[in-house]
């Protein structure tokens, strides 16, 4: 993959839908990206936490691998 790796973790499918998404790269405490879409610009493994009114949910993460 080159430059840049689109992923699209955070989904609408909760019940209600999450309203806010923030993106981490795993070992790091602040997020990366914001929104339902994020674009790695390094390897490494990201997650995503997808919030709304009745709490947060935490994606596992993945591998990126940019090259």
Do not use: M
């Not at 923030?22 to 990201?46: C, M, N, Y």
């Amino acid at each position: 993959i080159h430059h840049s790796v689109w992923s699209d973790l955070g989904s609408s499918d909760s019940n209600p839908p999450a309203l806010n998404f923030s993106w981490f790269k795993e070992d790091e405490s602040s997020p990366v990206g914001s929104g339902q879409s994020f674009s790695a610009l390094q390897s490494g493994r990201f997650y995503c936490e997808a919030h709304n009114q009745h709490g947060s949910q935490r994606s596992d993460a993945v591998t990126v691998t940019v090259k």
